[in-house]
Every structure is written in C-alpha cells, then in structure tokens.
C-alpha cells in the first residue's frame, strides 16, 4: 500500500520542518510527501528541499485559495493509494502508517480520521487547548473518539481517503472553514465506509495563544452553519450548546446588574443571580477538577479552564453571529 500525504502550508516554515522530521522516522516507508504553498508571504521551499534525500518529498506552489483547494491540487498530483491529509502543525508518531495500514486491512474502510493528542514538547497553553478541544466539558469529548454523536467525521489535521473516493467526490468543496466536515458527510452519502483508526493519532499543535485559538473557535461555529446551510439535517443539538451557553451567560450577567440595581431586593433577580452563579462556579471546579487529572499539572489545567471558556464563548459567538446573518437574514 503506497500513502501520498498531502500538506497545505500558509506561512509556516518552522511547523513544516518539524513534521517533516517526524516523518523521516516512520516505519513504515513505502510513501510520499506532497507540500502545497498555499500562496505564502513566507515560502518554506528551501526547508522542504532540504529533506530530498531523506524522504520521497515534492513541493509546488500555487496562488492563495484556502486550505481546500491546496489539497486538491496535491490530490491530482499524487501516486499513492490511498492520500493522508494533515495540517502542518502536527508531529507524527513513527507508528503512525503502520497502525492506517493496519485500520484500513482489519476495518475495510474507504476513508478513515485519526484523534490528535498534545506532544510533550509543547507549550502549557498548546496543552491547555488540546484539553479543552477533547474535553467532555466541551465538545462532550467526542472529537476523535468511538462515542460520536451520528455518523464519523474525520477532520483535515488527521484524515485519510482512498484514490476511488477522491475520483468520485472530486475532493473538497470548500476552500475553508468547515471544509472537512462537509466532504466528511459527502463521502458518506455517495456509499463510502468511513470509520475512526483509533491507534491513528497525531501530535496536533493547535494555536499557540488564546487570541489565536479564540478566532479559530469563533470560525469552527460559523462553520457549522455553513454546515448547515448545504446539509440542514447534519445540525444537531450539541452544536448549539455553546450558542445556549452564551445566552446563559449573557442573561446571568444581566440578572446580576439587576440585583445589585434593586439592592438584592427583588427576589427574583436574586434567585436567578445565585443559581445560575452556583451552576457556573459548579462547571467550573468539575472542569478544573477533570483537567488536573487529565495533565496532572495545577497551571495547565487553570490555562485548560480558561481555554474552554474561550471556545465556548468563540464557537458560541460565531454559530449565532452565522445563524443571524445566513438564516434568520438570509444573506
């Protein structure tokens, strides 16, 4: 079996370097790489180069169009088999193909996504986000996990697809956000078995600060209408949990103004003041209490706290900033 991975690079030399170091330490060897500059400020063409004699690599480079279309055209230009997507911030383990190898024999799959997991090299606030993207407290610990809600979605950080099932899909539809998810489901419609490798898990180094990491939430709940918009079954209800868990907030915050306007004299602002602050003190220690022994660190798992709050807060925000605008205005 012959694998062609597939990069998409934006700007991100050092990132690139580092995976492609882990990739010199596969076992299994029968592969190429295929790195698209996605139209970078920062061109990494003399780093991916440079492992020429260490690993079958090519590179090109094409005019800005989003993630998507970069896989695409690695897509027309592959040889292998079967095509492994990753983003370019992730470490692969050297286990890595032969435990896809292994999947797709035993599971006799068309597509397959793998888990990510935090490497530990990385930050405390890399660690702090891998947390809370896997967390039960916020994505009901269902990313790349046995125990999804429906049919599996493999993400483009870790994601892997036959030849035939590229020729029949023709690849990705769209450029970004939420662009793997909506190829996800097309695979599965057009008959495709598409499963989890669980053994299949990558280092996956996310954003490196919570500015960063609060955009890119912010975009994953845009997404998900977008989502919607072309498949309106796909939208469940655990996708608007963060949307409610704004509304909660925001009206918490609200009781709360009121009850300190009346002086703590009107009762019901009181009654609703203390609830829900007890609810969310409540949420709070579990989460923390849940992510201490996940990393076994006091300041990693405070950082994963304020990182779930962020992503909820993010992912909230944009799924009702889309919803307002593509379904309720219908722009």
Same mark, same amino acid.
């Given at each position: 079996?012959?694998?062609?991975?597939?990069?998409?690079?934006?700007?991100?030399?050092?990132?690139?370097?580092?995976?492609?170091? =882990?990739?010199?330490?596969?076992?299994?060897?029968?592969?190429?790489?295929?790195?698209?500059?996605?139209?970078s400020t920062i061109p990494a063409k003399e780093i991916v180069e440079g492992y020429k004699g260490r690993?079958?690599?090519?590179?090109? =480079?094409?005019q800005n169009q989003g993630q998507g279309f970069a896989r695409n055209d690695g897509f027309a230009r592959a040889k292998g088999d079967w095509f492994i997507v990753f983003d370019s911030d992730i470490i692969?383990?050297?286990?890595?193909?032969?435990h896809v190898a292994r999947g797709i024999n035993n599971q006799n799959i068309d597509a397959f996504g793998g888990p990510d997991a935090a490497h530990e090299s990385f930050s405390a606030t890399q660690?702090?986000?891998?947390?809370?993207?896997? =967390?039960?407290?916020?994505?009901?610990?269902?990313?790349?996990?046995?125990?999804?809600?429906?049919?599996?979605?493999?993400?483009?950080?870790n994601m892997g697809i036959s030849r035939a099932v590229y020729e029949q899909?023709?690849?990705f539809r769209f450029s970004r956000r939420s662009e793997d998810i909506e190829f996800s489901i097309r695979m599965i419609e057009q008959g495709f078995r598409v499963e989890l490798i669980a053994d299949a898990f990558v280092y996956h180094k996310r954003r490196s600060t919570f500015g960063q990491f609060f955009r890119q939430a912010q975009s994953f709940g845009k997404g998900r209408i977008d989502i919607y918009k072309v498949f309106p079954n796909e939208l469940k209800w655990v996708h608007a949990l963060p949307a409610f868990f704004v509304i909660g907030l925001v009206l918490l915050l609200v009781c709360l103004a009121l009850h300190l306007a009346c002086e703590g004299e009107h009762a019901l602002f009181s009654f609703l003041s203390c609830l829900g602050g007890s609810l969310l003190l409540l949420y709070t220690v579990l989460l923390f209490l849940h992510a201490l022994g996940k990393t076994k660190r006091i300041k990693i798992a405070g950082l994963s706290v304020a990182a779930?709050?962020?992503q909820l807060c993010a992912y909230g925000l944009g799924f009702i900033e889309n919803y307002v605008e593509k379904v309720v205005l219908k722009n």
């Open positions: 079996m012959f694998f062609s991975i597939i990069v998409p690079l934006y700007n991100r030399p050092q990132e690139i370097d580092e995976m492609l170091d =882990s990739l010199t330490k596969q076992h299994y060897s029968n592969f190429e790489v295929i790195v698209i500059e996605d139209g690993l079958d690599v090519h590179y090109y =480079s094409k692969v383990p050297s286990e890595y193909l032969q660690k702090a986000i891998s947390y809370s993207m896997t =967390s039960p407290f916020t994505t009901g610990g269902i990313r790349g996990n046995k125990a999804h809600i429906g049919a599996f979605h493999p993400r483009s950080f899909t023709g690849g779930a709050y962020i």
